[in-house]
């Protein structure tokens, strides 16, 4: 069974930091394609954050500067380093893994982490 648990949300005020953690089991972990999403009330699942196999990472222009996105494959965990937070930033952040096969895509994804930054 694949599970992704989200952990280090939180209440922080603006210009602070936070790291978000995923930790992943049930699938081999360096085989898939990591990523963080935000979410807010009544809007679209947006991408953050993603870091492949081999270590490229991309942002969405908003946190471009300022989010770090990294992997331990050794500990099946990925991170989010959130720094100089901003108001804009509040959601709830989902953890994703990714694979796509010959003939399949395999998509996982975690329950959240709810992520306030007041002003």
């Known amino acids: 069974q694949v599970q992704l648990v989200e952990s280090g949300g939180g209440v922080v005020q603006a210009g602070g930091s936070l790291r978000l953690s995923c930790a992943a089991s049930g699938i081999v972990f360096s085989n898939y394609g990591m990523g963080w999403y935000r979410q807010v009330p009544g809007k679209q699942r947006e991408l953050v954050a993603d870091?492949?196999?081999?270590?490229?990472?991309k942002y969405a222009d908003s946190v471009k500067g300022r989010f770090t996105i990294s992997r331990d494959n050794r500990k099946n965990t990925v991170y989010l380093q959130m720094n100089s937070l901003k108001p804009e930033d509040t959601g709830v952040y989902y953890c994703n893994a990714h694979m796509v096969a010959i003939l399949k895509t395999y998509d996982y994804w975690g329950q959240g982490t709810q992520v306030t930054v007041s002003s």
């Open positions: 870091i492949s196999t081999s270590g490229y990472t």
